[in-house]
Nanobody
Framework: QVQLQESGGGLVRPGASLKLSCRVS????????MGWFRQAPGKEREFVAHISWSGAATLYGDSVKGQFTISRDNAKSMLYLQMDNLKPEDTAVYFC????????????WGQGTQVTVSS
């Protein structure tokens, strides 16, 4: 069983940066790949980013390419999402995920952290 706990969300102005963190506890042989999703009010969940166990392979959703950067520190059991030049449309609840079970499908989900971008 894997537990995920996000932190780092908050209220920021457009153009600001924010770094989300996700602490991983527990263990699962299929939990190596990790990622982030987000869900804005009234919208479906959206894929944000994916990273392999080594960190050598990353994948981003089209809407965040060049704006967000995913990284991980396996020694600290941490996953990160650096978000730059934030826009109001980035407002959403951001979820940390692990346990790749299919193409961009994950078994384990955190409870989410709210990011609000507003002037």
């Amino acid at each position: 069983q894997v537990q995920l706990q996000e932190s780092g969300g908050g209220l920021v102005r457009p153009g600001a940066s924010l770094k989300l963190s996700c602490r991983v506890s527990g263990r699962d042989d299929n939990s190596n790949a990790m990622g982030w999703f987000r869900q804005a009010p009234g919208k479906e969940r959206e894929f944000v980013a994916h990273i392999s166990w080594s960190g050598a392979a990353t994948l981003y959703g089209d809407s965040v390419k060049g704006q967000f950067t995913i990284s991980r520190d396996n020694a600290k059991s941490m996953l990160y999402l650096q978000m730059d030049n934030l826009k109001p449309e980035d407002t959403a609840v951001y979820f940390c995920v692990a346990g790749l079970s299919g193409p961009l499908e994950y078994t384990y989900w955190g409870q989410g952290t709210q990011v609000t971008v507003s002037s």
